[in-house]
């Protein structure tokens, strides 16, 4: 069994920035991707952005251009770089760790943006 284990969520004003931070408990094998997800308040879990083992990378259109995902293959660990955080972006953000055959979710951190 893998855990993810997510830091970085809080609550900024609008225009600030934060840093998501998503750890494995141990080393995996055969990771496709890694990628976070957000889930506001009566909407789906919609995806944020993700990034292969090959270092590709993919972001959901509300996000390009402010937000930057990056791994550290050696530790298992993905970053996500939130800038000019809007009001809208508030959400619970999950990691998600996809071996193909299976995946695997963080607990999940809020992040709070104020107008």
């Known amino acids: 069994q893998v855990h993810l284990v997510e830091s970085g969520g809080g609550l900024v004003q609008a225009g600030g920035s934060l840093r998501l931070s998503c750890a494995a408990s141990?080393?995996?094998?055969?990771?496709?991707?890694m990628g976070w997800y957000r889930q506001a308040p009566g909407k789906q879990r919609e995806l944020v952005a993700a990034?292969?083992?090959?270092?590709?990378?993919n972001y959901a259109g509300s996000v390009k251009g402010r937000f930057t995902i990056s791994r550290d293959n050696a530790k298992n660990t993905v970053y996500l770089q939130m800038n000019s955080l809007k009001p809208e972006d508030t959400a619970v953000y999950y990691c998600?760790?996809?071996?193909?055959?299976?995946?695997?979710w963080g607990q999940g951190t809020q992040v709070t943006v104020s107008s």
């Open positions: 141990r080393i995996i094998f055969s990771i496709k991707a």
């Open positions: 990034i292969t083992s090959g270092g590709s990378t």
């Open positions: 998600n760790v996809d071996l193909g055959l299976r995946e695997y």
